[in-house]
Structures are given as structure tokens and as C-alpha cells.
């Protein structure tokens, strides 16, 4: 069956389907030209105002659009408010605008079913194509074609998160790595050394007199004691300049060693909690997951579930003991719910949320460049973020308690490093010239001592 509408010339054109009030009072206001949808959805960014057409009687073309009960970031169709939108949407009017002809969409709702009974309107022609978040599947292949897809769909499993302490001692090395250790003790060592030069230039005694395997602990042993004891005395103002910066180094970098040390002792204390067996799996109404577990796990229950709200009450109150679902949904899921819910996977790959296109459809390898184009812009960027929340990962690493937080390497203390070896190099060449003044002065002093002493001895005749 079809339902008959009237463009704004007065042209009788029929859209198979039988629809609703309200969706035919949708569907009639875009044909009028009173609503553009990807207008309303894309705003100023929508900037298709080309005059060419690929063919005359394909100025226009309708586009059925599921009525997703749940996750409206992909798919939001609200007849009421006469609007669709939501992340796919926006996706197909940017691939859209990007065609080199002209040709104006007409979005469908269609009641949300299964999808591949969606995609099996394609081959019934009761539409031009598919917009929303459809999965490639093969089963999906024979009824219609995708374009190159526009977001990737692994699925994933979704279980409940359960705290466990899992360090050990080892992780107190852990904030910086073995390269940096070894020159944090090379730092200390050289500081060491530094100090008792000066020292036994002075001609301290705990230096000076000392025998030399306390002369070698003692270099070792009092950079690391000054920085809790007060331990020792030093008597050259050189040295106690290599100490001070000795002592600001590194309180510097005990207070990054601190901050890291925080964020391992906080990792993976919230660990998925996997069931040794499954009994009851959940899966989102609708989606193509439920023919996943029916092929790979066998003898357990299978539970529908319609919105992230059912999935979060069926995990809390043990309906199900894990949710199989699409790496998109669950990264919804746990951007709401994640300090208590975990995903484990990938699972399996698919190959990704695409636009679907009838068999042999002149359309749809135009619209898959364009798909290319759109997933390669900025605008692909700007809508992850409005849409699903999901921000650029060179800008803001996406939370995930898999992931170790990076150990410090010694590029990040070079500067620091740098400027107390120059500190130090300079305290000695500085203490070594006070030195040599101080010996050429008391040289001098007593040459002047032996010429008035001489002076007063008596003269022979």
C-alpha cells in the first residue's frame, strides 16, 4: 500500500507505506518544502544549495529512519514536535551536502522493529534508503548495499564493576621508569661527590680525616640524609648551594612521584566482574547481537532489553549476568553509568554503522565518497561531541580502567636535571677560585711576614 501526498506544484506523488497522523503530516510539510530536516539538524552548517539533479525523477527521495525506543543519540524522531536528528542523521545530511547534484530527502519514521526488517523495505521499494545506525551484516546484504561505514560496531560485553586491590610492592616503582630511577641514584650520587670535594677542599673533618670506605658511604649516604635528617655539617658555602638545589630538585620530583604514585595505586581497583558462567545475557531489542548469542552461546536465557535504564536494572538486580551490545551503545552506557558498570572486548568485529541503499542503487558509491569525505572533517569531530559525548582522543583520552597510566621517563626531568649539573659544575669552579684566591692571599701574607721578620733580625757587621 501507498499513501498519496501533494507537492507544493500541486503534483500528486505517492510514498509506500500506510502512516499515522502525525507522520503524515511530517512527511507532507517536507514535501511542501515547509520543513527541511537536515536543516534543523545541521543549522548553519547545512549549506546544500546546489541546482544540479543526477536524474529528473530523483530531485527527491524518500528515507525511512527507525523510531529507536532507546539510545536517541544515534536516532531521535519526535513527530510530535515535527523533528528527527540525533548523530546518524546528521551524519547522512553532511555525506548529503557533500554530493555534487542536488537531491532533496524525505524522511520516513518507521515504527522501531527489527532493523532487518528495515532494510527489507529497501527491496520491497517501499524507500529510497536507510538512515540510522544499521549495522553491516551479511544476512542484511541480500535485501540491500551499505556504504563505507561511518562508525566501527564491535561488540562488546557489558557486566558489572566490582572494586579489587590488586598492587603489589613493585608498583611503588611504577610512576617512573627503571631509566629515570637509575638517574634519580646517578643525581644523588654525583651530588654526593660534589659535596665531599668541597668538603675535603675546606678540609672538613668528616671528610678530610675520615678512611675511605667512610669517605665513599658518606658521599653516597648524605644527599639521600639531608633530605629527612639533619644530619652532618658542612662548612663550605659552595657546598651548602649544591645542597639547596640538591634539596629543591628533588622535592620536585618526590611531589610528581607522589601525584603518579596516586594514580597506580587507584588502577584497575575497578575490574570487571565476568561470570564463570552465564545463565542469563541481555542484548538491545531490535539489534542483529541477539543472532550473534544465538550462534556462540548456547543454553542460557536471552533477555530483550529496550533503553540503558532496562540495562542498568537487569544488571543491578541480576535478570541478566551480562549485556552483549555494540561498542557505540555501551560507550553511552558507561559515559552514564561508568564508575559502576565495566565493557570486556572486543568480543567480535563487525564491520561498522552504515547508510543502506537499494541493490544496484546509482546513489550509493556516490554516497559512500561522500561518507569518506564527512568521516575525515572536523565536522565528524564536532558531531561525536554534541551527539554522543565522545571527544577527540588527541585531546582527552577517553576514560578506560584497562589502560595504565604512563610511567615517567627522564625527557620529562632533562631540564631539571640540566640545571643542577650547571648549578653544581658552577659551585665548584666558583669554590675552586675562592680557594686559589684564599691560598695566593695567605701566600702573600706570609711572604710579607718573613720580609718584617727578617727585617728585624740584626745585621751582621
Same mark, same amino acid.
Given at each position: 500500500?501507498?499513501?498519496?501526498?501533494?507537492?507544493?506544484?500541486?503534483? $500528486?506523488?505517492?510514498?509506500? /507505506?500506510?502512516?499515522?497522523?502525525?507522520?503524515?503530516? +511530517?512527511?507532507?510539510?517536507?514535501?511542501?518544502?515547509?520543513?527541511?530536516?537536515?536543516? /534543523?539538524? +545541521?543549522?548553519?552548517? #547545512? =549549506?546544500?544549495?546546489?541546482?544540479?539533479?543526477?536524474?529528473?525523477?530523483?530531485?527527491?527521495?524518500?528515507?525511512?529512519?527507525?523510531?529507536?525506543?532507546?539510545?536517541?543519540?544515534?536516532?531521535?524522531? %519526535?513527530?510530535?514536535?515535527?523533528?528527527? /536528528?540525533?548523530?546518524?542523521?546528521?551524519?547522512?545530511?553532511? @555525506?548529503?551536502?557533500? $554530493?555534487?547534484?542536488?537531491?532533496?530527502?524525505?524522511?520516513?519514521?518507521?515504527?522501531? !522493529?527489527?532493523?532487518?526488517?528495515?532494510?527489507?523495505?529497501?527491496? /520491497?521499494?517501499?524507500? %529510497?534508503?536507510?538512515?540510522?545506525?544499521?549495522?553491516?551484516?551479511?544476512?542484511?546484504?541480500?535485501?540491500?548495499?551499505?556504504?563505507?561505514?561511518?562508525?566501527?560496531?564491535?561488540?562488546?560485553?557489558?557486566?558489572?564493576?566490582?572494586?579489587?586491590?590488586?598492587?603489589?610492592?613493585?608498583?611503588?616503582?611504577?610512576?617512573?621508569?627503571?631509566?629515570? #630511577?637509575?638517574?634519580?641514584?646517578?643525581?644523588?650520587?654525583?651530588?654526593?661527590?660534589? *659535596?665531599?670535594?668541597?668538603?675535603?677542599?675546606?678540609?672538613?673533618?668528616?671528610?678530610?680525616?675520615?678512611?675511605?670506605?667512610?669517605? +665513599?658511604?658518606?658521599?653516597? #649516604?648524605?644527599?639521600?640524609?639531608?633530605?629527612?635528617?639533619?644530619?652532618?655539617?658542612?662548612?663550605? &658555602?659552595?657546598?651548602?648551594?649544591?645542597?639547596?638545589?640538591?634539596?629543591?630538585?628533588?622535592?620536585?620530583?618526590?611531589?610528581?612521584?607522589?601525584?603518579?604514585?596516586?594514580?597506580?595505586?587507584?588502577?584497575?581497583?575497578?575490574?570487571? &566482574?565476568?561470570?564463570?558462567?552465564?545463565?542469563?545475557?541481555?542484548?538491545?531489542?531490535g539489534s542483529f547481537v541477539v543472532d550473534f548469542v544465538n550462534d556462540h552461546v548456547?543454553? $542460557?536465557?536471552?533477555?530483550?532489553?529496550?533503553?540503558?535504564?532496562?540495562? =542498568?536494572?537487569?544488571?543491578?538486580?541480576?535478570?541478566?549476568?551480562?549485556?552483549?551490545? !555494540?561498542?557505540?551503545? *555501551? %560507550?553511552?552506557?558507561?559515559a552514564k553509568y561508568g564508575g559502576h558498570y565495566m565493557k570486556v572486548g572486543p568480543?567480535?568485529?563487525?564491520?561498522?554503522?552504515?547508510?543502506?541503499?537499494?541493490?544496484?542503487?546509482?546513489?550509493?558509491?556516490?554516497?559512500? @565518497?561522500?561518507?569518506?569525505?564527512?568521516?575525515?572533517?572536523?565536522?565528524?569531530?564536532?558531531?561525536? &561531541?554534541?551527539?554522543?559525548?565522545?571527544?577527540?582522543?588527541?585531546?582527552?583520552?577517553?576514560?578506560?580502567?584497562?589502560?595504565?597510566?604512563?610511567?615517567?621517563?627522564?625527557?620529562?626531568?632533562?631540564?631539571?636535571?640540566?640545571?643542577?649539573?650547571?648549578?653544581?659544575?658552577?659551585? *665548584?669552579?666558583?669554590?675552586?677560585?675562592?680557594?686559589?684566591?684564599?691560598?695566593?692571599?695567605?701566600?702573600?701574607?706570609?711572604?710579607?711576614?718573613?720580609?718584617?721578620?727578617?727585617? &728585624?733580625?740584626?745585621?751582621?757587621?
Open positions: 500500500m501507498a499513501d498519496e501526498f501533494i507537492t507544493a506544484s500541486g503534483e $500528486l506523488i505517492e510514498i509506500n /507505506g500506510t502512516y499515522s497522523n502525525q507522520t503524515r503530516e +511530517l512527511i507532507q510539510k517536507q514535501i511542501n518544502g515547509n520543513l527541511n530536516i537536515c536543516s /534543523g539538524v +545541521l543549522r548553519n552548517l #547545512w =549549506k546544500n544549495d546546489a541546482n544540479k539533479t543526477l536524474h529528473e525523477n530523483m530531485t527527491t527521495f524518500s528515507v525511512c529512519v527507525p523510531k529507536k525506543q532507546a539510545f536517541h543519540e544515534f536516532v531521535d524522531v %519526535d513527530e510530535k514536535d515535527q523533528r528527527i /536528528g540525533g548523530f546518524s542523521i546528521a551524519i547522512f545530511c553532511l @555525506a548529503l551536502q557533500e $554530493l555534487s547534484f542536488k537531491i532533496q530527502p524525505i524522511f520516513v519514521p518507521i515504527p522501531d !522493529e527489527n532493523y532487518t526488517e528495515i532494510v527489507q523495505k529497501l527491496a /520491497g521499494k517501499e524507500c %529510497d534508503a536507510v538512515a540510522g545506525d544499521i549495522t553491516i551484516i551479511s544476512n542484511r546484504t541480500k535485501y540491500a548495499e551499505f556504504t563505507i561505514p561511518y562508525m566501527s560496531s564491535e561488540i562488546y560485553m557489558l557486566v558489572p564493576a566490582t572494586r579489587k586491590w590488586n598492587q603489589t610492592i613493585l608498583t611503588l616503582m611504577k610512576p617512573f621508569t627503571p631509566r629515570l #630511577w637509575i638517574e634519580i641514584i646517578l643525581a644523588c650520587i654525583l651530588i654526593g661527590i660534589a *659535596i665531599g670535594f668541597l668538603e675535603y677542599r675546606e678540609q672538613n673533618p668528616s671528610f678530610y680525616q675520615a678512611p675511605f670506605f667512610q669517605k +665513599l658511604f658518606m658521599i653516597i #649516604w648524605y644527599p639521600v640524609s639531608k633530605i629527612f635528617l639533619q644530619e652532618g655539617e658542612i662548612r663550605n &658555602k659552595c657546598s651548602k648551594v649544591v645542597l639547596v638545589i640538591w634539596l629543591l630538585t628533588i622535592f620536585i620530583v618526590m611531589q610528581i612521584f607522589t601525584a603518579c604514585l596516586s594514580s597506580w595505586l587507584t588502577l584497575n581497583q575497578l575490574q570487571p &566482574k565476568v561470570p564463570k558462567q552465564l545463565y542469563a545475557v541481555g542484548y538491545q531489542n548456547k543454553n $542460557l536465557t536471552r533477555v530483550p532489553l529496550s533503553s540503558m535504564d532496562d540495562y =542498568k536494572n537487569a544488571l543491578e538486580n541480576g535478570t541478566v549476568d551480562a549485556i552483549f551490545d !555494540e561498542l557505540p551503545y *555501551i %560507550d553511552i552506557f558507561l568480543i567480535a568485529d563487525e564491520p561498522g554503522l552504515a547508510f543502506a541503499f537499494p541493490l544496484e542503487s546509482p546513489l550509493r558509491q556516490n554516497f559512500s @565518497a561522500a561518507v569518506v569525505k564527512v568521516t575525515e572533517s572536523q565536522d565528524m569531530i564536532d558531531m561525536k &561531541k554534541i551527539y554522543l559525548g565522545i571527544k577527540p582522543q588527541l585531546l582527552s583520552k577517553q576514560d578506560d580502567h584497562s589502560t595504565d597510566p604512563q610511567s615517567l621517563d627522564v625527557h620529562g626531568f632533562f631540564l631539571l636535571f640540566i640545571v643542577m649539573g650547571v648549578a653544581t659544575v658552577a659551585a *665548584i669552579i666558583f669554590s675552586e677560585i675562592s680557594s686559589k684566591r684564599k691560598r695566593n692571599r695567605i701566600r702573600y701574607d706570609e711572604s710579607i711576614e718573613m720580609g718584617s721578620i727578617s727585617n &728585624k733580625l740584626p745585621q751582621k757587621a
